[in-house]
């Protein structure tokens, strides 16, 4: 079945503990992202990649990291999580940029 | 800046009425336009798209939307909401990658 598959789905942390959301994908897909979901904010991208290797920021990178170093990862890092990064994180990949997005099923943290 | 607006952060509809829920779009090179909808607890998931073509687009579960360039809009309907259509709804622009996205609709069905 292609998906896109993250973990965890739920993470309580504390302030300052790094922590990694592992994101994979089973479809080939060239393109991937990381959105943050946030009440009354809609969706804002925080980091994608277009390629194996190739990773540029999207509209809220502070306090993030990523890695493309397979075509099917794409992990989101958090070197120093703060509450303000408390929030609903979407994994999401397309053929390409342009295309579709298939998008995991959510990761809720909450940052004490 | 590309931009998506969503008009209406939240529409509230009786069960069995029309569903209008609206995008504008400001990219200045054509679009491809996307509506997503996200169940409570879910993930997004496509509805429909616009690339090229015909400009009225059929989606999933009865919704179709109307690219009108003219009006840099592409609106959201359904002729007969059911209590099962409740989520939230983005509509989302890719005419300069990567995709933007409006912020969101919330649409509520009342019995």
């Known amino acids: 079945e292609a998906q896109v598959t993250q973990n965890p789905r739920y993470l309580i942390t504390v302030t300052g503990k790094k922590l990694t959301v592992t994101c994979s994908q089973n479809m080939n897909h060239e393109y991937m992202s990381w959105y ?3 009440p009354g904010l809609g969706l804002r991208q925080i980091y994608y990649s277009m390629n194996v290797e190739v990773t540029d920021k ?3 990178p ?22 303000n990064q408390t929030s609903l994180y979407f994994c999401a990949s397309s053929l390409m940029a342009s295309g579709e997005l298939f998008f995991g099923e959510g990761s809720r943290l909450t940052v004490l | 800046a590309q931009s998506v607006t969503q008009l209406g952060s939240h ?31 879910q993930g997004l998931q496509l ?8 400009t009225l687009v059929k989606g999933i579960n009865g919704f179709e939307a109307e690219f009108k360039k003219s ?9 007969s909401a059911h209590m099962s259509d409740a989520a939230e709804y983005f509509c989302a622009d890719s005419g300069n990658t990567p995709l933007v996205f409006g912020k969101g609709t919330r649409l509520s069905v009342i019995a």
């Open chain 1, 36 to 38: 943050r979901q946030d």
């Open chain 1, 58 to 60: 999207g509209d809220v």
């Open chain 1, 62 to 83: 502070e306090g993030y990291k990523v890695s493309r170093k397979e075509k099917r990862n794409f992990p989101l890092i958090l070197e120093s999580p703060s509450p």
């Open chain 2, 11 to 41: 529409v509230s509809v009786s069960e069995g009425a029309l569903v209008l829920l609206r995008c504008n779009y400001s990219s200045s090179v054509p679009p491809y336009l996307f509506w997503y909808v996200q169940y409570p607890n």
């Open chain 2, 47 to 54: 509805l429909l798209k616009y690339t090229t073509g015909a």
């Open chain 2, 71 to 79: 009006e840099t809009s592409f609106h959201l309907t359904k002729p």
